[in-house]
């Protein structure tokens, strides 16, 4: 696997900011770098984009001036696809539309040599289909980028049917040379991040459909407890709902209606009325100067217990105990199903179904549920649900236990799977469907996530950290609660389960 030299030169057709990020990308790494569009005026501001990003790292001490003139002399500006005649590489970068899209691939393989590689960086558009018209559709690969290209490390690699994969391999190897993380995708819809990513918008608003927490809550949740770097809804309204409601709605479509992708009615309300997030001013949010964003939900102090009886093997929320420890209270160690007692309360990790419905199931009426966190030795952060069986007494000494241990608790309507711990399954089970279909390895799956979204975890390695046993039946307990298909089983974590 051998990536190209950087005598080779590259083409970038189209100059807004994904393609003069990768110019920059590129020229950085070495290669002389036609940058072309339409619109000259959007040339000559392309490179003044890339002038100002190069000069920021110079001011950051992160680029010597020298290094500075050198990459900036490597972008040369061009006015006529014929003066980039000579590129090896040349990488689309324009308009999202599969007909634009074939005729200027269709233009690049006459004008460029037979061994040059043609490579978009479409983010949803099929690579098979944008090839299925050239004489040499083995040579188109997709190299997609995410905004910025300068910062961010992902670079997905993605073969249509036709496909060489020794160009997918060169690709590869060149993303990797210029400093990117790459990863092997088929070209199938949302290729990894895009359809893996799905359930992170999507259960956050399904709970929020069923007026469990507001929007600010279950972003601090998100972010404090599971160390996401945004909250759903804030990200949501940074990347614009009318975006992110299209891409929700282009891989339901391209799947033919799979209830897996169903798109939410709460954010076409807001497309509806033009409440597109920062863009616009409001989003879920309010964004101005005289703006405040609104605080998360937290519950008032609860008196700390003496002691706690921990009763059987917490699993992922074992760290709890040592942190009561700390705090002064005294552990009595007895066998049990993984739970703490206190107060007449048992304070439980969920398990996927509601408090309520476990309580019945098996009749601990003062039952209260705590949520995933990444870390339960330093969360400051944890969500609850009490079953509607729970009384105010014990529910105040299970609040009580957790924010001994110096734990902020907010609380949710008893939902399925809480907040945390029904997102990181439901990515889980995306992202092995990825896998059980063949778009990428698991491996590539976890990189995806982690490069290109700043996920704590990849998925899948977060559900080997959780155990597939565990996983498996969180994700049973909401097929189960919902009786939806979007909530179905992937049969390659069923598998892993019984390994």
Same mark, same amino acid.
């Given at each position: 696997?051998?990536?190209?030299?950087?005598?080779?030169?590259?083409?970038?057709?189209?100059?807004?900011?994904?393609?003069?990020?990768?110019?920059?990308?590129?020229?950085?790494?070495?290669?002389?770098?036609?940058?072309?569009?339409?619109? +000259?005026? /959007?040339?000559? %501001?392309?490179? @003044?984009?890339?002038?100002?990003?190069?000069? $920021?790292? *110079? =001011?950051?001490?992160?680029?010597?001036?020298?290094?500075?003139?050198?990459?900036?002399?490597?972008?040369?500006?061009?006015?006529?696809?014929?003066?980039?005649?000579?590129?090896?590489?040349?990488?689309?970068?324009?308009?999202?539309?599969?007909?634009?899209?074939?005729?200027?691939?269709?233009?690049?393989?006459?004008?460029?040599?037979?061994?040059?590689?043609?490579?978009?960086?479409?983010?949803?558009?099929?690579?098979?289909?944008?090839?299925?018209?050239?004489?040499?559709?083995?040579?188109?690969?997709?190299?997609?980028?995410?905004?910025?290209?300068?910062?961010?490390?992902?670079?997905?690699?993605?073969?249509?049917?036709?496909?060489?994969?020794?160009?997918?391999?060169?690709?590869?190897?060149? +993303?990797? /040379?210029?400093? %990117?993380?790459? @990863?092997?995708?088929?070209?199938?819809?949302? $290729?990894? *991040? =895009?359809?893996?990513?799905?359930?992170?918008?999507?259960?956050?608003?399904?709970?929020?459909?069923?007026?469990?927490?507001?929007?600010?809550?279950?972003?601090?949740?998100?972010?404090?407890?599971?160390?996401?770097?945004?909250?759903?809804?804030?990200?949501?309204?940074?990347?614009?709902?009318?975006?992110?409601?299209?891409?929700?709605?282009?891989?339901?479509?391209?799947?033919?209606?799979?209830?897996?992708?169903?798109?939410?009615?709460?954010?076409?309300?807001?497309?509806?009325?033009?409440?597109?997030?920062?863009?616009?001013?409001?989003?879920?949010?309010?964004?101005?100067?005289?703006?405040?964003?609104?605080?998360?939900?937290?519950?008032?102090?609860?008196?700390?217990?003496?002691?706690?009886?921990?009763?059987?093997?917490?699993?992922?929320?074992?760290?709890?105990?040592?942190?009561?420890?700390?705090?002064?209270?005294?552990?009595?160690?007895?066998?049990?199903?993984?739970?703490?007692?206190?107060?007449?309360?048992?304070?439980?990790?969920?398990?996927?179904?509601?408090?309520?419905?476990?309580?019945?199931?098996?009749?601990?009426?003062?039952?209260?549920?705590?949520?995933?966190?990444?870390?339960?030795?330093?969360?400051?952060?944890?969500?609850?649900?009490?079953?509607?069986?729970?009384?105010?007494?014990?529910?105040?000494?299970?609040?009580?236990?957790?924010?001994?241990?110096?734990?902020?608790?907010?609380?949710?309507?008893?939902?399925?799977?809480?907040?945390?711990?029904?997102?990181?399954?439901?990515?889980?089970?995306?992202?092995?469907?990825?896998?059980?279909?063949?778009?990428?390895?698991?491996?590539?799956?976890?990189?995806?996530?982690?490069?290109?979204?700043?996920?704590?975890?990849?998925?899948?390695?977060?559900?080997?950290?959780?155990?597939?046993?565990?996983?498996?039946?969180?994700?049973?307990?909401?097929?189960?609660?919902?009786?939806?298909?979007?909530?179905?089983?992937?049969?390659?974590?069923?598998?892993?389960?019984?390994?």
């Amino acid at each position: 696997m051998t990536a190209l030299a950087t005598s080779v030169r590259v083409l970038v057709v189209g100059a807004g900011a994904m393609g003069s990020g990768i110019a920059h990308v590129a020229a950085r790494a070495g290669h002389s770098v036609y940058l072309f569009d339409q619109n +000259a005026e /959007a040339v000559d %501001k392309g490179k @003044v984009g890339i002038d100002k990003d190069l000069r $920021f790292l *110079v =001011n950051k001490g992160k680029l010597s001036e020298a290094d500075y003139q050198t990459i900036l002399a490597r972008v040369i500006p061009v006015t006529r696809l014929e003066d980039a005649a000579d590129a090896g590489l040349a990488i689309e970068a324009i308009i999202e539309n599969l007909t634009a899209k074939q005729e200027l691939f269709a233009q690049l393989e006459k004008l460029l040599s037979a061994e040059a590689i043609l490579a978009t960086n479409t983010s949803s558009l099929s690579i098979t289909a944008m090839a299925a018209n050239l004489a040499q559709s083995q040579r188109l690969a997709g190299l997609h980028f995410f905004n910025p290209a300068p910062r961010m490390a992902l670079v997905e690699i993605v073969s249509g049917l036709a496909t060489d994969p020794a160009i997918a391999d060169c690709l590869y190897a060149t +993303a990797r /040379a210029w400093g %990117k993380v790459p @990863v092997h995708a088929k070209s199938t819809p949302g $290729f990894i *991040v =895009n359809r893996v990513a799905r359930p992170y918008y999507a259960e956050a608003l399904r709970v929020l459909g069923e007026q469990a927490a507001t929007p600010a809550t279950l972003d601090a949740l998100l972010r404090d407890s599971c160390r996401f770097p945004m909250g759903p809804f804030e990200l949501m309204d940074m990347i614009g709902h009318d975006i992110n409601f299209a891409v929700t709605r282009s891989v339901y479509d391209a799947y033919f209606g799979d209830k897996r992708f169903v798109p939410s009615l709460i954010q076409q309300e807001l497309v509806l009325a033009g409440r597109l997030g920062r863009k616009t001013g409001q989003g879920f949010f309010a964004y101005g100067d005289n703006t405040v964003k609104p605080a998360p939900d937290m519950l008032a102090a609860m008196p700390a217990p003496a002691k706690v009886v921990i009763a059987g093997d917490l699993g992922p929320a074992a760290a709890l105990a040592q942190r009561l420890e700390t705090a002064g209270v005294v552990i009595e160690y007895q066998q049990g199903n993984g739970c703490l007692q206190v107060g007449g309360a048992t304070l439980a990790l969920s398990d996927g179904r509601p408090a309520t419905i476990r309580t019945a199931a098996e009749n601990i009426p003062d039952l209260v549920l705590f949520d995933l966190a990444f870390d339960y030795a330093t969360t400051t952060r944890l969500a609850v649900t009490r079953a509607d069986q729970c009384s105010d007494a014990a529910f105040a000494a299970a609040v009580g236990t957790l924010q001994a241990t110096g734990i902020a608790v907010s609380q949710l309507d008893d939902v399925a799977g809480i907040i945390a711990l029904r997102t990181v399954c439901m990515l889980a089970n995306e992202g092995a469907d990825a896998v059980s279909q063949g778009i990428a390895s698991a491996a590539d799956v976890n990189a995806a996530m982690t490069s290109g979204t700043n996920y704590p975890l990849g998925p899948l390695a977060w559900a080997e950290k959780l155990g597939f046993a565990r996983v498996v039946r969180i994700l049973e307990n909401l097929h189960a609660h919902y009786g939806e298909e979007r909530y179905r089983l992937s049969p390659w974590l069923r598998r892993r389960a019984v390994r």
